[in-house]
């Protein structure tokens, strides 16, 4: 099965440093394009927002270490989704993970045949994933945001004006925000609780809406050890998302 291929490769006219950032710009855009692969066909596959958040996750954490001119991403997407089915207990079968990720990559295609090409794919699925937990030592349990997000909403709920909270899709805004995190590293580089608090604020900034002030800030009230830079950080990371977005169109 062939995949897209990667945008890393830098002209040899340009200084090192030039160099080095142009080849880190292709490498956000590839990690940015594999992220919306693994969501848009685990949507496709069935699969649960944790399932798919653990995939992103196992892809994120291989990544830190492993460098994207040795390993194929599409190829170790796919592994992290088969391993995600496994840690969150969504079982995936390795077929439908081939046909469904084939079809993604090769519009209007017919499913692949049982045949040797198949099975080579399915065999590196199954390697690879080896080679994922090799590389994680076989930490491939997370904690997510999402509970904490889930708590800070009901919590919020409550200190609000009911009328300001109906009117405003608070909720609605903060769950899209925190999937997109999903796109970068952010997920694995900040802690759950860090990334939860980031994007409840960016929503409730981004309409208006003021929580009533107290002795502290209500995001310390949520979270003792987050300061207002940690907030300004995550959310410019997040941010810098939807610029990639917009190149990767």
């Given at each position: 099965?062939?995949?897209?291929?990667?945008?890393?490769?830098?002209?040899?006219?340009?200084?090192?440093?030039?160099?080095?950032?142009?080849?880190?710009?292709?490498?956000?855009?590839?990690?940015?394009?594999?992220?919306?692969?693994?969501?848009?066909?685990?949507?496709?596959?069935?699969?649960?927002?944790?399932?798919?958040a653990t995939a992103c996750a196992l892809y994120h954490?291989?990544?830190?270490?492993?460098?994207?001119?040795?390993?194929?991403?599409?190829?170790?997407?796919?592994?992290?989704?088969?391993?995600?089915?496994?840690?969150?207990?969504?079982?995936?079968?390795?077929?439908?993970?081939?046909?469904?990720?084939?079809?993604?990559?090769?519009?209007?295609?017919?499913?692949?045949?049982?045949?040797?090409?198949?099975?080579?794919?399915?065999?590196?699925?199954?390697?690879?994933?080896?080679?994922?937990?090799?590389?994680?030592?076989?930490?491939?349990?997370?904690?997510?945001?999402h509970k904490y997000l889930l708590?800070?909403?009901?919590?919020?709920?409550?200190?609000?004006?009911?009328?300001?909270?109906?009117?405003?899709?608070?909720?609605?805004?903060?769950?899209?925000?925190?999937?997109?995190?999903?796109?970068?590293?952010?997920?694995?580089?900040?802690?759950?609780?860090?990334?939860?608090?980031?994007?409840?604020?960016?929503?409730?900034?981004?309409?208006?809406?003021?929580?009533?002030?107290?002795?502290?800030?209500?995001?310390?009230?949520?979270?003792?050890?987050?300061?207002?830079?940690?907030?300004?950080?995550?959310?410019?990371?997040?941010?810098?998302?939807?610029?990639?977005?917009?190149?990767?169109?």
């Open positions: 099965m062939e995949v897209e291929p990667c945008e890393n490769a830098v002209p040899t006219n340009t200084n090192p440093c030039e160099a080095s950032e142009s080849s880190s710009n292709a490498d956000n855009k590839t990690h940015f394009r594999v992220c919306r692969f693994i969501m848009e066909t685990g949507v496709k596959l069935g699969m649960h927002s944790v399932p798919v954490r291989f990544f830190q270490s492993a460098n994207l001119r040795v390993y194929e991403p599409y190829l170790v997407a796919m592994s992290a989704m088969y391993l995600a089915g496994k840690v969150e207990e969504q079982h995936l079968r390795t077929r439908d993970i081939i046909n469904v990720c084939h079809r993604y990559l090769h519009r209007g295609s017919e499913p692949l045949e049982l045949d040797s090409q198949f099975w080579e794919l399915r065999d590196s699925i199954v390697q690879c994933e080896l080679l994922i937990l090799r590389r994680l030592n076989f930490h491939v349990s997370f904690q997510y945001p708590h800070y909403l009901l919590s919020l709920k409550a200190l609000l004006n009911r009328h300001a909270w109906a009117r405003t899709p608070i909720c609605e805004t903060a769950w899209a925000l925190l999937k997109d995190s999903y796109h970068s590293p952010l997920c694995v580089r900040h802690p759950p609780q860090h990334l939860a608090l980031a994007v409840l604020y960016l929503a409730l900034h981004s309409y208006g809406v003021e929580v009533p002030a107290g002795a502290v800030e209500w995001w310390q009230v949520f979270c003792e050890d987050i300061t207002n830079s940690d907030i300004e950080s995550i959310i410019c990371e997040l941010l810098q998302l939807y610029d990639m977005e917009a190149k990767c169109t």
